[in-house]
């Protein structure tokens, strides 16, 4: 047994859960990962990620010193790693950035920088990030993944009732009565959420409804499964909304106290029966009209989704299918009830909170409200632009048109992350300044001329929010890994310096003492974060925001009485056509995702031990595929699209239906978003990455 020279509570760095782990370190190395019994979110469970993943934090590849391009200022650029940079001290990095970055902003004005703030870094970061982009260089260019992610949840959620967040906590989970998991493989992706909710089935007799074209181990533990043709869930919910209103299951009482737009939607719906689903869906109607009445008899029923839902040309649309069912049904505002995207990474839900969005300062303050933004400049003491700025994928063809000269990029991997590769690496290639800031060089950090090492989770201190919007602080366990910086602190210094050369007399304001010191101002500028502080974190292990006021509980579900926008309102919708249909060049429909061993751009898990358990790029193909284009078993198979091609091993199974491969996003030597094209949601410029046309053979 090795003996701990101490135990330092953290959060894991991985998924939206917010699993609380304890670090115990030996010699300034963590060695092993526990979850305290007696803490929320977890209760002492853990998935694989959070137990032996973060043996990243100790890779030799980490950054520990700022790099420099050897071929500084050259375009177009090239990817190079490590040995294409040179290391320079912080003082030249930093002097060299701000320089670039004032040359830039004298040259192009303040809408020249397309900037990527972080779901991975702390609340803090993040608002310091935002504010050096709005204090500083004067733009509203700030975005983050959450674009790539829940945007049409967000989007819908806003329009039916006003909030985005998740409403019912993780804690409700296992009493559930009924609920529906769709488009989220959630015991892959959010693991110890799944384990509540299996809970809830096995111990509590709770009903499980999974809407998922793959047979994702959810299935299991399902009552009804309606496994449909990929991008056909308007039809599904509708259909369910036509059996509940035809048997007349809907909730009258609340839908007259507390909606508008009834009857006009149901007007809509007439038509949706779900015979007609099944011809769009191939869902039997019979199991359509089962879930239907599952959902709606319930006493209460809850509605939990994921990328399945959000990440599609019509997503917004598909969000705001399930949003009119719940109010339907009046599941919503209390236990056991409620719209829930599941957030995905550690701190999306904080990087949105925190303002790193280009229309919203903290908390979803309008950046063009004239209260809103006067209270802020009154505070920073300067002025502050009231224009909305660009989405992720807006800054993209910004660049490629030249309004935007410079990227920031965070804590993000946008080169793995962002769909039809091609696109955005030509974008890079061209761009007059890039400056990365991250714990890995990573295939965007690639084209940097400026990389900033940052520190990890492991080695700093501030907050993450979970998926139910519990605030909850991390620690530094480890030093830091050679000179590298926390972010908060390297964004301060670079701010104070940008400020200089452009010639400000006064600064917004970058000098704080420690992370409890930034969480101090954002909760001055932000209502509903007043009654939270670090303290109050560390005695309570945790707060749900709003919080209005220090004896405040905090809030674990929302909208009880109403909604932010009042009344929740009916969206009547219109079933439209996938992004990108097989035909006879392209056959097959990709759908691109996660497995549970890895992250993303693999950044961090293929560093870690996890990589030993899943080394390898691969594609789950049906057996009837398989035989078609004649593959065997771990064979390598090339998969093209109209964008790119990459080889992959072939993994036979009939978890992805015939006709529809999987390939998860995780592995650089097979990118998935070469294949993927960049046609988005009109309504939340989300792409769409769950359905492209591919081509199949043996390589
Ligand atoms: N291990 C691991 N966990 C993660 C992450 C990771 O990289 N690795 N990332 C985190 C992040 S940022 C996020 S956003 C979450 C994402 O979590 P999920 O949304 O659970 O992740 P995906 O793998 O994208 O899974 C999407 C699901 O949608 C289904 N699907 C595909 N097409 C459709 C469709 O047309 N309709 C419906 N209803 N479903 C469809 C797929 O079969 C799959 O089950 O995971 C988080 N957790
Ligand atoms: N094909 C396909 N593409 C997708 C998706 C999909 O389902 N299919 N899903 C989309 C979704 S939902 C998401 S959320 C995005 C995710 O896209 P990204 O956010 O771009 O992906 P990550 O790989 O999580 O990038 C995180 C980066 O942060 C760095 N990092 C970690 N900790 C720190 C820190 O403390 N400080 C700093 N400065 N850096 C740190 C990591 O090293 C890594 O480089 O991908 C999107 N792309
Ligand atoms: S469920 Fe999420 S937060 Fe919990 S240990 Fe796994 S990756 Fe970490
Ligand atoms: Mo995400």
């Given amino acids: 047994m090795i003996e701990a020279d101490r135990i330092v509570r953290s959060t894991c760095p991985y998924c939206g859960v917010g699993c609380q782990v304890n670090l115990h370190v030996r010699e300034d190395r963590i060695f092993k990962v526990d979850a305290p019994f007696d803490v929320a979110p977890n209760f002492g469970r853990l998935c694989v990620k959070g137990r032996f993943g973060v043996d990243f934090v100790h890779h030799p590849a980490r950054l520990s010193k700022p790099l420099i391009r050897k071929d500084f200022g050259r375009t177009p650029r090239q990817p190079v790693g490590v040995e294409g940079f040179r290391e320079a001290t912080w003082e030249e990095a930093l002097d060299l950035a701000a320089e670039r970055i004032a040359n830039i902003h004298r040259q192009h004005g303040p809408e020249a920088f397309g900037t990527f703030a972080s779901a991975k870094v702390t609340n803090e970061d993040n608002y310091v990030f935002q504010k050096f982009v709005r204090g500083v260089l004067g733009t509203n260019n700030i975005d983050h993944c959450a674009r790539l992610c829940h945007a049409a949840s967000v989007t819908a959620l806003t329009i039916a009732i006003g909030s985005s967040a998740m409403s019912n906590s993780i804690a409700e989970m296992k009493d559930l009565e009924v609920f529906i998991v769709t488009g989220s493989n959630t015991s892959e992706t959010h693991p110890v959420i799944s384990t509540f909710l299996r809970e809830a089935v096995v111990h509590n007799n709770a ?68 015979e007609w689903a ?15 009445r599952l959902y709606a008899n319930a006493k209460a029923a809850a509605i939990y989704w994921g990328m399945g839902i959000s990440q599609s040309v ?46 919203v300062f903290t908390a979803y303050q309008p950046v063009n409200d004239d209260e809103v933004r006067t209270r802020f400049e009154n505070y920073w003491g300067v002025r502050l632009n009231p224009q909305p700025g660009l989405t992720v994928m807006e800054m993209v063809d910004a660049a490629a048109r030249q309004v935007i000269h410079c990227y920031y990029i965070m804590g993000e991997n946008p080169l793995m992350s962002e769909p039809d590769l091609k696109h955005s690496r030509h974008v890079m290639e061209n761009m007059e300044f890039v400056l990365a800031q991250d714990i890995f060089i990573n295939e965007s950090s690639e084209f940097a001329d400026i990389i900033l090492p940052a520190t990890s989770f492991a080695e700093k201190s501030g ?30 210094d670079l701010a104070k310096r940008v400020e200089g050369k452009l010639g400000r007399t006064t600064s917004a304001g970058f000098d704080y003492a420690d992370p409890a010191a930034i969480w101090q101002e954002m909760a001055a500028l932000t209502p509903a974060f007043q009654g939270i502080d670090h303290p109050r974190l560390e005695r309570e292990n945790g707060v749900h925001w709003p919080c209005p006021s220090p004896d405040h509980p ?99 199974t009939e ?6 491969v999987f390939i998860p996003f995780h592995f650089a030597e097979a990118a998935a978003n070469e294949l993927t094209h960049d046609q988005r949601d009109p309504k939340a410029k989300i792409p769409d990455y769950k359905m492209c046309a591919v081509q199949l053979e043996p390589a």
């Fill in 207 to 274: 009903k499980l409804i999974v809407v998922d074209p793959r047979k994702i181990e959810m299935t299991q533990f399902a009552e009804v499964w309606l496994r449909q043709a990929i991008g056909t869930d308007v039809a599904i919910f509708q259909a369910m909304a036509q059996v509940i209103v035809a048997e007349e299951l809907y909730n009258q009482e609340f839908i007259d106290a507390r909606t508008e737009g009834f009857k006009e939607y149901a007007q809509s719906i007439l038509d949706c029966t779900p």
């Fill in 278 to 292: 099944e011809t769009v869906s191939g869902v039997p109607a019979d199991d359509i009209r089962k879930a239907a």
């Fill in 314 to 359: 019509h997503g917004t649309d598909n969000a705001l299918s399930l949003a009119n069912l719940a109010l339907l049904c009046g599941h919503l505002g209390r236990p056991g009830t409620g719209l829930n995207p599941l957030r995905g990474q550690n701190n999306v839900q904080g990087a949105s909170d925190s303002g790193g969005l280009p229309h």
């Fill in 463 to 492: 907050t993450f929010t979970n998926s139910d919007r519990r605030v909850q602080l991390i620690h530094p366990a480890v030093p830091a890994v050679g000179e590298a910086r926390d972010d908060w602190s390297i964004l301060c």
């Fill in 554 to 652: 905090g809030s674990p579900y929302l909208f009880e009485d109403t909604f932010p926008r009042g009344k929740g309102i009916f969206t009547p919708l219109v079933v439209t056509p996938g992004a990108e249909v097989p035909d006879l060049e392209y056959p097959y429909i990709l759908s691109t995702g996660r497995v549970l061993f890895h992250w993303h751009g693999g950044t961090m898990t293929r560093r870690s031990k996890l990589d030993d358990i899943y080394p390898e790029p691969t594609v789950e193909i049906h057996p009837q595929d398989a035989v078609a284009i004649g593959l065997n078993p771990g064979d390598w198979v090339k998969v093209r699209s109209r964008r790119g091609e990459i080889k992959v091993r072939t993994l036979i």
């Fill in 655 to 660: 978890r992805s239906p015939a006709g529809m």
